[in-house]
C-alpha cells in the first residue's frame, strides 16, 4: 500500500485542524500525564469522552482492521495523527493496556472471537483494559509468578495476588499471567495466559495510594474467581511466550499499536518556558548564572540522550562496548527527567512548596506531581540500580 | 524551537576508515611501555614515530590537496584525535593541525600557500596564543610594530621546544594579526619549558621580543578574527576528542583490575560499590563519544555556524568533565597501588587535568553555552 507524499500532507492538514478545532477545554483539574496517573472518575470520564471522540473522528486504530472498529489503512497515517496529537498537546488516549498491548495480540494471534468481541470496544473506550503480570513477591522476575489457574469444567478458578495493576479499579479486563502447572521442570512452561474479565465474585480490587497522593493503581485479589475456560488464550503452557510477545508490543518492538498519545512529553523547553515570570534575588531566574550553569548541564543530559540514540545505529562508533547506549537507554533517560523535573520544582522559590490543590501553586502543582510520578519510571521496569548492575555484567562484563 | 536544537550525527566511510586505521595504529605504536618511556623527554614524543605519522598523511588530513594534504576536513582529525588519546600518545600532531587551521581559515584562498604545504608534509608548527593563564582573556598585549618587529612574551606554548614554526597572535595596528616565526629566529634561551602535570604533553613560555617578521610571514586583515574564534573552538573539540579517547582507555583499565583484583575473598567488581560508578564513567563516555563526533558532523571549511559552536563547546565541557571523574576514580578503586607512580591510573589523572585546562574548562564553555541557548 504506497502512500504518496502529497497523501500525507494533506492528511496531516486534516488532522491538525481536527485537533486544533476539537482540543478540549482545561477541565480545571489535572489531567493524567500518562495511563498511570488516572486517580478519579472524573479524570476517567473525561479521559473516556476524549478517546472515544478521536476514535470516531477516525485517528485511533487506523491501521486495525476495518471490520473491527479500525481505519484499515497504512501505518502510515496513524504515526502523522500521532505527532500532530503530540504537537496540539492534546490529552492521552488512555486505554494503553488494550491500544497498545492487549489489542496488537488479539490482533495478531487471537481466535475470530476473540477480535470480533474484544477490539472495537478497546478502540472505543468502552472496555477498559489492564494488565496482571507483576506479583508482590516477584517485581521484576516474572517467570515466577504463582497465581494460580486450576481448569475445573468449563471453568478456571483463579487464586493469588497481582499488584501494580494499572487502571485496576476501572478495568473491564485483564491479560492475566497465571500458572496452570506447578509442577513444570522449568518455571517458564507451567504459565498460561488469559483474557481475563474483571467484573467476577472474588476478583477484588484495592486502588493503592501513590506517592502523590492520588491513585493510579490497585492491587487485584483473585479468591477462587471462576472465570469461562474460553478465556485462555492460546494453550495452556504458552503463557510465557505471549507475555515475551506482550512486552515486544510494550517496546515499540513489534507493531500493531492503535495508536494514539500514550503519554505527555514534558520537555526541557516546557521547564525554561515557565521560567520567564520567575524572579530570583529581584532579577529574572535565567539571569542568574549558577541557576543558568545547571540548565545548560540539564540541556547537555537531555541532548547527549538524543545523540546516544542516532550514535547507537552507527557502528563503528559502538565497537568497545557494544549494545551500551541501547541497554543504559532506559537508566539514562529516567534518571535525566527526574533529575530536570526536581530542578524545576527548585526554581520556584517559596511557590515550589506549594502542591496540587493549592490556587497559588505554579501550573497547579504540575512539576511537583510530575517529579513524584517520575519516580515510576526509575523504579518500575527495574530500578535504575538494577539497570546499573545489568549495564556492569552485561556489558562491562564484571562479576555478579 | 527547541533547547535541544541540532541532533545531527553522521560518520562517512573515510571517517570510519581512518578511525580504524587510526586505532590499529595508536595501539601497535603506542603501548604502555612507550608511553612511560617519553615522560621524561625533552620533546615527549618519538621522532621515528612522527615519521611514520606524516608518511601517513596525519599532518595533511585536514589541509587541502592543493597544498598536499588529503582534503578530509578537521571532522576527520577527530577519529585521529581519539585513537591517540585512548593510547595516551602524546606528539605535536594536535597542536600542528590546529596551527594548520589557524592559517588556512585567516586567510580564505590561501590554498597553495608554501607555509601550509611545509606542515602537510611534517613541519611541526604551534601556535602562541596565551598570555596568562586566562582562556577568556581577549587581551593581547604582545604587538607586531609597523617595522615588523614582534615584543611580548606567550604562555602556555603547546610542543614550543619540538616546534619549526611558531603562528603568534598579536596584536597589529589595532587588530589581531598572525606573525609566522621561525625557530631559528628565536633568541637563545627564548624558550623556557614548563614542567607541566601531564607528562605526556609540552608546553613553555616563548619570548618573541625583538624577532622580526617579513611581511611575506603577517596575516592581517578581517579573517583573522574569526580564524581565531574557530582556532579555539577546534581546539576545544580536538581535546575533547582526545580526552574521550583517554577517558574510555581509563575505563578499560578501571574494569581490568575490577575483573581480577579480590579482596575479601570476592572480586572488587562484585561490589556495587565499585560497579555504579563504572557504570557511571560508561555513560559519561558514551556521552563523550556522541558529543564529539555530532560536533565533527557540524564543522567544515567554513566559519563555524552557532549550531557548531554550541557543539565543540558540549563536546569540550562533557568529555574533559568525563576523564577527570573517569582519572579521580580510577586511582580511588585502584587502592594502594592506585597511590603509586607505577600505576597508570595516574597517567589518566594527570591527563585530565590537563585537558580540562585546554581551551578553556567546563564552566568556560557552559558559561558560553547559557549565552547561546537561554538568552
Known amino acids: 500500500m504506497s502512500v504518496t507524499e502529497q497523501e500525507q500532507e494533506e492528511f496531516r492538514i486534516e488532522v491538525s485542524a481536527w485537533m486544533k478545532d476539537n482540543q478540549p477545554a482545561d477541565p480545571g483539574f489535572l489531567l493524567p500525564q500518562t495511563f498511570m496517573e488516572v486517580g478519579d472518575e472524573r479524570q ?33 497515517f496513524q504515526a502523522i495523527a500521532d505527532r500532530e496529537m503530540r504537537r496540539h498537546a492534546v490529552p492521552i488516549c488512555f486505554n494503553v493496556i488494550g491500544l497498545g498491548w492487549a489489542g496488537p495480540l488479539i490482533n495478531d494471534i487471537g481466535s475470530e472471537r476473540e477480535k470480533e468481541k474484544y477490539l472495537k470496544r478497546i478502540l472505543s473506550a468502552e472496555d477498559i483494559w489492564c494488565q496482571g503480570f507483576s506479583e508482590p513477591d516477584h517485581g521484576s522476575d516474572l517467570g515466577n509468578a504463582q497465581t494460580r489457574a486450576v481448569r475445573d469444567g468449563d471453568e478456571y478458578v483463579l487464586n493469588g495476588q497481582k499488584i501494580w495493576t494499572t487502571m485496576g479499579n476501572f478495568a473491564h479486563y485483564m491479560i492475566l499471567l497465571a500458572r496452570t502447572n506447578p509442577n513444570t521442570e522449568r518455571k517458564y512452561d507451567g504459565l498460561s495466559y488469559f483474557l481475563s474479565p474483571m467484573d467476577v465474585p472474588g476478583i477484588e480490587t484495592r486502588p493503592i495510594r501513590k506517592i502523590t497522593g492520588e491513585y493510579g493503581f490497585t492491587e487485584t485479589f483473585f479468591t477462587d474467581a471462576r472465570i469461562p475456560a474460553e478465556c485462555l488464550m492460546g494453550e495452556e503452557g504458552q503463557g510465557w511466550k505471549i507475555a515475551m510477545q506482550t512486552l515486544q508490543y510494550e517496546r515499540g518492538a513489534e507493531a500493531g499499536n492503535a495508536g494514539g498519545l500514550a503519554m505527555v512529553r514534558v520537555t526541557i523547553d516546557d521547564m525554561i518556558a515557565q521560567l520567564h515570570d520567575v524572579s530570583r534575588d529581584g532579577e529574572p531566574v535565567l539571569e542568574d548564572p549558577v541557576i543558568r550553569d545547571q540548565l545548560v548541564q540539564l540541556i547537555m543530559e537531555e541532548k547527549a540522550i538524543s545523540l546516544g540514540d542516532r550514535r547507537a545505529h552507527i557502528n563503528p562508533l559502538t565497537s568497545d562496548y557494544p549494545g551500551s547506549l541501547l541497554l543504559s537507554h532506559k537508566l539514562r533517560a529516567t534518571e535525566a527527567t527526574r533529575r530536570m523535573r526536581q530542578f524545576a520544582i527548585n526554581l520556584q522559590g517559596a511557590a515550589g512548596g506549594l502542591y496540587v490543590g493549592d490556587d497559588e501553586a505554579r501550573q497547579g502543582g504540575f512539576w511537583q506531581r510530575a517529579y513524584f510520578n517520575s519516580f515510576s519510571a526509575t523504579i518500575g521496569g527495574g530500578t535504575s540500580q538494577v539497570q546499573a548492575n545489568i549495564i ?8 555478579k | ?90 606528539t605535536p600532531l594536535l597542536s600542528t593541525t590546529l596551527a594548520a587551521q589557524l592559517l588556512l581559515r585567516s586567510r580564505p584562498g590561501s590554498e597553495a600557500d608554501a607555509v601550509l604545504a611545509d606542515i602537510a608534509a611534517g613541519s611541526r608548527t604551534t601556535v602562541a596564543l596565551l598570555e596568562n593563564a586566562d582562556w577568556g582573556d581577549t587581551g593581547l598585549s604582545c604587538t607586531l610594530a609597523a617595522d615588523g618587529v614582534l615584543t611580548g612574551t606567550k604562555k602556555f606554548v603547546a610542543d614550543a621546544e619540538a616546534a619549526a614554526l611558531f603562528v603568534v597572535v598579536v596584536e597589529h595596528e589595532g587588530a589581531p594579526a598572525l606573525a609566522i616565526v621561525r625557530t631559528e629566529q628565536l633568541a637563545e634561551g627564548a624558550i623556557t619549558a614548563n614542567t607541566l602535570i601531564d607528562q605526556t604533553k609540552r608546553s613553555a613560555t616563548v619570548e618573541f621580543t625583538g624577532v622580526t617578521v617579513a611581511p611575506a610571514d603577517m596575516v592581517t586583515g578581517p579573517g583573522v578574527a574569526s580564524a581565531l574564534r574557530d582556532f579555539q573552538l577546534l581546539g576545544a573539540l580536538l581535546t575533547a576528542a582526545e580526552a574521550t579517547g583517554s577517558a574510555a582507555s581509563c575505563l578499560d583499565t578501571i574494569v581490568d583490575y575490577l575483573k581480577t583484583r579480590k579482596q575479601f575473598g570476592k572480586l572488587i567488581g562484585s561490589y556495587q560499590a565499585l560497579k555504579h560508578p563504572a557504570v557511571e564513567i560508561l555513560t559519561q ?40 571523574y573517569a582519572g579521580d576514580r580510577a586511582v580511588q578503586f585502584h587502592g594502594g597501588m592506585g597511590f603509586t607512580y607505577e600505576c597508570d591510573a595516574q597517567l589518566y589523572i594527570r591527563r585530565a587535568q590537563w585537558s580540562q585546562q585546554q581551551f578553556g574548562d567546563a564552566q568556560h564553555h557552559r558559561k558560553r553555552l547559557a549565552k547561546l541557548l537561554l538568552d
Open chain 1, 44 to 76: 476517567l470520564e473525561f479521559l473516556r469522552e476524549w478517546q472515544h471522540k478521536v476514535w470516531s473522528a477516525g485517528y485511533l486504530g487506523m491501521a486495525w482492521p476495518k471490520e473491527y472498529g479500525g481505519g484499515g489503512v497504512a501505518p502510515v
Open chain 1, 392 to 399: 556492569a555484567e552485561h556489558i562491562l562484563g564484571l562479576p
Open chain 2, 1 to 90: 524551537m527547541s533547547v535541544i536544537g541540532n541532533t545531527s550525527l553522521r560518520l562517512s566511510e573515510e571517517q570510519a576508515m581512518l578511525l580504524d586505521v587510526a586505532r590499529e595504529f595508536c595501539r601497535n605504536k603506542s603501548p604502555m611501555a612507550s608511553v612511560r618511556a617519553q615522560l621524561e623527554t625533552d620533546t615527549g614524543f618519538d621522532e621515528a614515530l612522527w615519521g611514520e605519522m606524516v608518511a601517513l598523511g596525519w599532518t595533511g588530513i585536514a589541509l587541502p590537496e592543493s597544498c598536499g594534504g588529503s582534503g578530509l576536513g578537521i571532522a576527520a582529525v577527530v577519529t585521529v584525535a581519539e585513537a591517540m588519546g585512548r593510547a595516551m600518545l602524546g
Open chain 2, 285 to 324: 563516555v558514551d556521552a563523550s563519544r556522541s558529543f564529539i563526533y555530532h560536533a565533527a558532523t557540524l564543522v567544515g571549511e567554513d566559519p563555524l555556524d552557532r549550531d557548531a559552536e554550541i557543539a565543540c563547546r558540549m563536546a569540550k565541557a562533557q568529555a574533559t568533565e568525563t576523564l577527570r
